[in-house]
């Protein structure tokens, strides 16, 4: 049975040279472990306050003690709205304006997601087909403070971002089994519509699921949600045509990192054959190794979001 987690976070605030602290209760559905903590004092934090846009996401840059934490939930029956629903209403009683609120597509999908400060994973994964994102800020008090949210979830796992910005020392976090949630629907699988929809209205789609071993090729046993997608949508018409591209990250030599993105590419495509029962005439595999990144990498986040494969539409009719 899960638990529910709090999340006790502590903002001192300054009144004339007192020190007073005023706490933040925040709730989630399941057990939470923190996994990662980084803490910078008099920095500044570009806040998103609307969709990706003409190539790039609106933003305010607030400046202060910039606090970013990631949590790890367990939880039966997690999904990204049960996370971030406690969290907004919560954010709301405490006198927190909603500046923005969104969820995966309606953010800008892949584009908000790259666009937008995330920890690196393990600590931190972002489903791009699934995620929840919201940015708040209370102005009661001496001093303005800021949070943001984003949610994901990977099978029956939540991971948590939260973003803190504001004046004095840092926040510390209580973490405390307060209760029991009651059973919810199911996690959510990659929806084959929206893949579907983002290979047909751009052209090209990530296959976000895929697992591979470091330095391997050899695609892990799935399932696969994206491949059941994508089969469909080929089984559907014997002339719709795509091809399955590697990428890397910048990891060893411009050769070697080609020749794996190929080898990976390939994988798909025989999953897809064997598993699938695709034609394989419908299907063509290469790679570009590094040479096109869809994110710095110079983070382990950028590296992890340049190692994929795509599938690329070639004929739709």
């Known amino acids: 049975m899960a638990g529910l987690t709090r999340l006790l976070l502590l903002f001192p605030l300054l009144a004339g040279e007192a020190c007073m602290a005023q706490a933040l209760d925040l709730t989630v559905p399941g057990d939470a472990d923190l996994t990662r903590e980084e803490q910078?004092?008099?920095?500044?934090?570009?806040?998103?306050?609307?969709?990706?846009?003409d190539g790039q996401v609106p933003s305010i840059d607030v400046e202060g003690l910039v606090t970013r934490q990631s949590w790890r939930i367990e939880g039966e029956g997690l999904t990204t709205l049960k996370l971030l629903t406690p969290l907004r209403d919560q954010l709301r009683e405490a006198g927190y304006e909603i500046l923005f609120d969104c969820a995966d597509r309606e953010c800008g999908g892949f584009d908000f997601r790259f666009n937008i400060s995330v920890?690196?994973?393990?600590?931190?994964?972002?489903?791009?087909?699934?995620?929840?994102?919201?940015?708040?800020?209370?102005?009661?008090?001496?001093?303005?403070?800021?949070?943001?949210?984003?949610?994901?979830?990977?099978g029956e796992t939540g991971y948590l971002q939260l973003v803190i910005v504001g004046d004095g020392q840092a926040p510390t976090v209580e973490i405390g089994d307060i209760g029991t949630l009651s059973p919810v629907a199911p996690p959510q699988p990659v929806e084959a519509a929206k893949l579907i929809e983002q290979l047909m209205g751009q052209g090209h789609v990530v296959l976000p699921d895929l697992e591979f071993d470091s330095g391997s090729a050899a695609l892990a046993e799935g399932p696969y949600d994206s491949l059941a997608a994508l089969a469909a949508f080929l089984n559907g018409n014997a002339a719709r045509r795509i091809a399955l591209v590697g990428h890397t990250d910048t990891v060893g030599g411009l050769d070697p990192n080609v020749a794996l993105s190929r080898r990976r590419a390939a994988s798909v495509l025989e999953r897809l054959v064997s598993r699938y029962e695709v034609p394989r005439a419908q299907m063509e595999s290469n790679g570009m190794g590094y040479l096109s990144p869809v994110?710095?990498?110079?983070?382990?986040?950028?590296?992890?979001?340049?190692?994929?494969?795509?599938?690329?539409?070639?004929?739709?009719?």
Do not use: H, I, Q, W
């Not at 004092?41 to 846009?53: E, F, K, M, Q």
């Not at 303005?144 to 949610?151: A, I």
């Not at 994110?295 to 009719?317: C, D, I, Q, Y």
């Open 119 to 154: 920890l690196p994973a393990p600590d931190m994964f972002v489903d791009l087909f699934d995620f929840r994102f919201l940015s708040a800020r209370r102005k009661d008090g001496p001093a303005v403070e800021y949070v943001t949210c984003l949610v994901s979830l990977t």
């Open 40 to 53: 910078s004092a008099a920095d500044s934090y570009l806040l998103p306050t609307g969709p990706y846009s």
């Open 295 to 317: 994110a710095p990498n110079t983070t382990e986040a950028g590296r992890e979001a340049n190692r994929r494969v795509e599938a690329v539409l070639l004929s739709a009719e």
